[in-house]
């Protein structure tokens, strides 16, 4: 959930809300500056290596105990796929080259935008050092795991299908 300033950024005084354009903005009735809040944009990377996809077990809500692709929050100035190799390493141990955008994925209300990306493994090793990683597993598309979220089916079947093209 986004937190939302209670005070304009520009007078000070305290925001209302408008309906604009059929969305609640926060709005400022004295100085008139209405509040647009920005994505948030989250990246994660299909690996496969040796017939295996790469999936980390989630240490952390939402989708604790689950698995999914490993990834993060890309950070201000950084380059997204730069963002996409250093989630990979961080969760994985692995460092990888990002191959190619696989699709964007996002959904109604929820303030992140999802980059995924296909890479490769260049170096490193599997370990689940990290505290927002339970463990770290190749699977195969046959026999995968409980998923933490219902778009990692979808982004499985995008990428198979960009991975023939």
């Known amino acids: 959930m986004i937190s939302e ?12 809300k408008t309906l604009i354009q059929g969305v ?8 008139r500056r209405v509040i647009y809040y ?4 989250a990246v994660t990377v299909v690996i496969e290596v ?6 980390v077990k989630r240490a952390v809500d939402p989708g604790k ?3 999914g692709f490993p990834g993060g929050y890309v950070n201000r100035g950084e380059r997204v796929e730069d963002g996409a190799a ?5 969760e994985t141990g692995l460092i990888v080259i990002i191959d190619r955008l696989i699709g964007l994925f996002s959904e109604p209300n929820d303030p992140i935008v999802l980059a995924v990306y296909s890479g490769h493994k260049v170096g490193g090793c599997l370990n689940s050092d990290s505290i927002e990683v339970m463990d770290v597993e190749g699977f195969s598309l046959n026999h995968l795991p409980p998923l933490a979220f219902e778009r990692d089916l979808s982004i499985l079947e995008t990428w198979k ?5």
């Open 86 to 90: 250093r989630e990979v390493n961080e």
């Open 24 to 31: 609640e903005r926060p709005t400022c009735l004295k100085c």
């Open 65 to 67: 105990g689950l698995w």
């Open 161 to 165: 299908k960009r991975k023939s093209l």
């Open 38 to 41: 920005d994505p948030k944009l």
């Open 5 to 16: 300033d209670l005070y304009c950024s520009f007078c000070a005084r305290l925001l209302d």
């Open 50 to 55: 040796n017939d295996k996809v790469i999936m």
